[in-house]
């Protein structure tokens, strides 16, 4: 099946109930215009963090991506696919930095205009990254989700196309990272994943079951934004406030109810940690593999750290450092504790 054919395929899927995940055919064509502008990223143990965790633990480092974090890849695939499409004015998307940084690069190699919505108060380096990508940044609402209110509107009123942070053709790009992961560690028992709107999460589930692995997949929110985590437990949509004030990639006050659906289907669990385990995670990637980590990008090893699942002896875990950018302020804040 070509390039055309697979993408055309995936965009005639329309749900009904459980999400439809990619097929490995899906993610492996994902891969190719995804290696047109960036590597693999590596997947390392280290030793150290083998000891303070106290089991094997193997980090995939989406830090290293040319954006610094994992939402390129999903946005390289969306763009191959609406490069395609006539008549495409341009595009828009909500962000509080990572997705607007890869929908910014993704549109700017394809030749499209990008316009960024972002939150008042937004990361500075952020938005200045945001900028070097030569997007149209717009500052507006107090939160994620007004940003995103405003960005849909905003590009129904231009004309252009929005880019929404969770999408079937952002879950095929989200899902090639977990195939390298999956395809260049050793078997991993357990595999956490920070959730902040469900591309990550649910591409982790599309790669674990194209391979036909049993891998258990264990979700990770903050606990100051915890409206993944009460969906998880009572199996239905619910809002929360979402105050995290270290880990703005996880800040989300209403779940994707296509991203909630596979989760239900293929998370073992979702653990909440809070902003000082989140930090001390932060601390923790620095100290043991001099790895920056934001504050979501964190999430997954906090997570690791504090389940209580028992580990028998032997165990191999995985985790996804998703980011790595964060502002030097803060940062410099959470290295002196």
């Known amino acids: 099946m070509n390039l055309v054919s697979v993408f055309a395929a995936s965009v005639s899927v329309r749900y009904a109930g459980t999400m439809q995940l990619p097929s490995l055919s899906q993610i492996r064509e994902a891969q190719t215009v995804v290696y047109r502008h960036m590597p693999p990223t590596p997947q390392y143990t280290w030793p150290l963090l083998n000891q303070r965790a106290g089991t094997e633990v193997w980090v995939k480092h989406e830090n290293h991506t040319p954006v610094g974090a994992f939402k390129l890849r999903g946005a390289l695939v969306y763009m191959e696919w609406l490069r395609r499409q006539t008549n495409i004015a341009g595009v828009v998307a909500a962000t509080r930095g990572n997705h607007g940084q890869g929908v910014g690069m993704a549109a700017r190699l394809a030749g499209l205009k990008a316009v960024i919505v972002v939150p008042f108060g937004n990361s500075r380096e952020k938005n200045r990254a945001m900028l070097a990508q030569g997007v149209e940044l717009v500052e507006h609402g107090q939160d994620f989700q007004e940003s995103l209110e405003f960005a849909r509107q905003l590009a129904s009123d231009r004309g252009f196309t929005m880019v929404d942070s969770f999408h ?8 090639t990272y977990t195939l390298e992961f999956f395809e260049g560690a050793p078997a991993l028992e357990t595999i956490y994943v920070p959730i902040g709107l469900g591309s990550s999460i649910c591409g982790v589930a599309a790669a ?3 391979l036909g692995l049993s891998t258990q997949i264990v979700g990770v929110v903050a606990s100051q934004s915890p409206s993944y985590s009460l969906s998880f437990q009572q199996r239905k949509i619910v809002a929360a406030p979402s ?11 209403m779940p994707n109810a296509q ?7 293929n998370a073992a669990r979702i653990l909440e940690v809070t902003d000082d385990e989140i930090k001390n995670a932060m601390r923790a990637i620095y100290q043991d593999t001099h790895n920056l980590a934001e504050g979501a990008g964190a999430a997954a090893l906090a997570g690791a750290l504090k389940d209580k699942e028992p580990q028998h002896p032997g165990s191999r875990i995985g985790i996804v450092l998703t980011g790595g950018n964060v502002d030097l302020d803060a940062y410099a804040a959470v290295l002196a504790g």
């Open 243 to 253: 105050q995290t004030a270290i880990a703005d990639g996880l800040a989300c006050r």
């Open 168 to 175: 079937e053709r952002l879950v095929m790009g989200t899902a």
């Open 259 to 265: 991203a909630m659906e596979a989760i239900w289907e």
């Open 208 to 210: 674990r079951n194209a």
